[in-house]
């Protein structure tokens, strides 16, 4: 009897210790007050002005801080350039969420720097958190290379499936400044679609009715999915993409 009993105390202590390492959502409707870049915005609700850390994502810095600082320095890039990436993504933000505007948000308490962190949910019902995502003008935020204890496996895998399409497709800052966005994720790889890579090769020119080509740097690696690696390092190449192949360099 006196084991059944202690059974059923470590039960419920294990249950408990597990639920509480759980973040649960607290759903509320709010209007948009301030966005002040691609992952902070401002909501009021209850009456109360609110500052919401949208969670699972991260975009460039827009603003000086100590944030922008360590990633220019990690992906070897300049200042400006770090602005106007960021810039990018705040104006993308912009054409989804505006003043005034009526939304639901899922809150998930709070960050390290008091913000609550939160989804927020369009009058049309997507998620703007893995809009934003998708189109390319934010990658998969994670600290230390892990995911945040308040977002699931299940969304933190969605996302991750989002970001690697819009990798590939090359959609928003993918296209534009691919190296910069492969750093920030993490990944130091771009992922090209499989096609005979066309690189270092002349300009067309001004006469003919031609395209430009696309100069790229020659890859290293072929994935088993059949899209090309550039990453400079062994090391988490191909991570997303089912393994490497073959490597070139």
Not at 25 to 51: C, E, L, N, P, Q
Not at 75 to 91: E, H, V
Not at 192 to 209: F, G, R, V
Request: with cysteine.
């Amino acid at each position: 009897m006196f084991r059944f009993f202690l059974s059923i105390l470590f039960a419920l202590t294990f249950s408990i210790s597990s639920i509480s390492s759980v973040a649960f959502a607290a759903t509320y409707r709010a209007t948009i007050t301030k966005i002040t870049d691609g992952d902070t915005v401002w909501v009021r609700m209850h009456g109360s002005r609110v500052k919401l850390r949208l969670l699972g994502i991260d975009t460039p810095e827009e603003y000086y801080s100590k944030k922008m600082l360590k990633d220019v320095r990690m992906c070897d890039t300049s200042y400006n350039q770090m602005k106007q990436l960021g810039l990018s993504a705040t104006r993308h933000t912009r054409t989804m969420l505006h003043r005034e505007q009526k939304v639901t948000i899922e809150t998930f308490g709070r960050g390290y720097y008091g913000r609550t962190l939160a989804y927020v949910i369009l009058p049309n019902g997507i998620n703007y958190n893995e809009k934003e995502v998708a189109d390319g003008y934010a990658v998969v935020y994670t600290y230390h290379g892990q995911k945040s204890r308040e977002i699931s496996q299940n969304e933190f895998s969605k996302l991750n499936s989002l970001m690697d399409q819009a990798k590939i497709e090359h959609k928003g800052l993918w296209g534009s400044d691919p190296q910069i966005m492969s750093c920030l994720d993490g990944s130091s790889e771009v992922i090209a679609p499989k096609q005979s890579p066309s690189y270092n090769q002349p300009a067309m020119t001004k006469q003919s009715e031609l395209p430009q080509p696309i100069v790229r740097p020659a890859p290293t690696a072929t994935c088993r999915d059949g899209t090309y690696s550039y990453s400079m390092h062994h090391r988490g190449t191909c991570s997303h993409h089912g393994g490497v192949e073959s490597f070139y360099q």
